[in-house]
């Protein structure tokens, strides 16, 4: 679904150039849960910028669903940390959005609008809004809040999520909900998804495979893939398998932060 | 009850006031000339209510007129500059040089160009008014989030279609907020051009008074003045309200 293959990225600072990639590669399967871990300032953010088509890499190829990318790739969905909804709409004309923007929905816009009201009822059931569709976003608590932006990431059926900390600001016990929201959603819809993440019991929890990556410029240093049976319950956090490989990931990560 | 007295307090205190004006007048003998006493300028309303009134109406109209040119060319330049940051970085300094002439200087030679009248009145009240109005509504386009502009923009948006999706419905705030500050600065610059070149308004009548010494008509026009500009400010904020009710509301309260 996504191969980068020796991509190094290089941002226009204002004391010359920053390399916040530089030799990185990665490969995610179709359909699969890969998670990306690493220190802050990384280039986390900016790799999800390189698949989505949003910047171009300085040097190395990027394709997805087995295209090379040149512009937006329209097939992705993203959330972030901030829900970033528009006050001024309701939960469901957020949710809405993407297809007043994306084609072929854009054109049938008008004529298809109870259908696509519709769909959003169904996303909104799965995520556990159901109801709080003629909500405003300031109705909502925090976590309702990403889950809606959840909700806008998918009505498009990308066939690629991408998700930069979307529960980076959460307490623990709204994350972990989130955590099985997501876990539901993506087995219900099989897209494949690209999770950046601080929490690594989160990427542990959630992922097949986890990315780690360097501290800037970022690479991928090592993928380790997780093997717990699906569905997997919140309970697998307490067994010793998982608690080691979050270890495991702890001390890679700190092995890299003082490199 | 405490509603009841919440709401009448403002009357209560303009009550208030114009008694003490009107009691330290009387006891300490001001003399009419330097301060006239409130009964005084209310005679003057009677007795030049005539005239008070259709240089009232000059006034407003021109203010009106002047703010109406502000809110047209400012949302334009507005949504102009805040568009691009490149656009945005070229205008600003030489918008901020033009803000910072005194618009008082502008006067005699908007009179040289267009005559005494009511053009310059207009003139001096939309340059005066339509800057706060450009700068807000660029700060609500330049201001947008830069995650979401990412979203949309993953899906192939334009940039006009993040505009028209979320710049423009976002900068209203901004925008309906400008406009209490427009309105306001747009009525100085009405009655400074009257005071200065004029043969109308509110502004003209004060300065005409001032020099055949009449105070208590000088004063029946400032308070003419001070009640136009306080309803076409709530007239303004009341629009603000209507039209960006979601701004209000939303304040504060995205809790996590
Ligand atoms: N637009 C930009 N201009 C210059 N430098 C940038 C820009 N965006 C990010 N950077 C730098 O690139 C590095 C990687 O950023 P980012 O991808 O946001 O990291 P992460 O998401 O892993 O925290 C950081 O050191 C950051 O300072
Ligand atoms: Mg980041």
Known sequence: MIELKDISLAYAGRTGPVLALDGTSISVGKGEFAAVVGPSGCGKSTLMKLVTGLIKPTSGNVSVDGAPVHGPVKIAGMAFQNANLLPWRTVTENILLPLEIVEPYRSQFRAKKAEYRARVENLLEIVGLQGFGDRFPWELSGGMQQRASLCRSLIHEPKLLMLDEPFAALDAFTREELWCVLRDVWQRLNFTVVLVTHDLREAVFLADTIHVMSARPGRIIETRKVNFARPRDLDVCYEKDFTDTVQVLRHKIAEVRKA | ?256
């Open chain 2, 1 to 256: 009850m405490n509603k009841q007295i919440e709401s009448a307090a403002p009357w209560l205190f303009v009550v208030g006031l114009f008694v003490f004006w009107e009691l330290a007048c009387r006891l300490l003998s001001v003399p009419t000339i330097i301060l006239p006493a409130p009964s005084a300028i209310f005679a003057a309303f009677q007795r030049f209510g005539g005239p008070i009134a259709t240089n009232s109406f000059v006034t407003l109209w021109t203010t009106m007129a002047g703010f109406a040119l502000s809110v047209v060319f400012g949302l334009i330049l507005g949504l102009v500059v805040g568009w691009s940051r490149t656009i945005y970085r070229s205008f600003y300094p030489v918008m901020i040089g033009f803000n910072s002439i005194p618009k008082v200087a502008v006067v005699p030679i908007l009179v040289m160009w267009f005559g005494i009248g009511e053009v310059p009145a207009i003139l001096t009240a939309f340059l005066i008014s339509f800057f706060p109005i450009v700068v807000n509504v660029a700060t609500g386009l330049a201001t947008i989030e830069p995650e979401l502009e990412d979203v949309l923009r993953a899906l192939g948006a334009s940039k006009l279609d993040v505009m028209r999706k979320v710049g423009i419905p976002r900068s209203m705030p901004y925008f309906f907020g400008s406009l209490k500050v427009a309105i306001t600065l747009a009525f100085v610059g009405t009655v400074v051009s009257e005071t200065i070149a004029a043969n109308k308004g509110i502004g003209f009548l004060m300065a005409q008074a001032g020099s055949n010494f009449q105070m208590p008509l000088v004063f029946a026009g400032l308070i003419a003045l001070a009640i136009e500009g306080i309803v076409m400010y709530a007239a303004t904020a009341w629009l603000e309200q209507r039209m960006t009710g979601w701004a209000f509301r939303s304040q504060g309260s995205a809790a996590a």
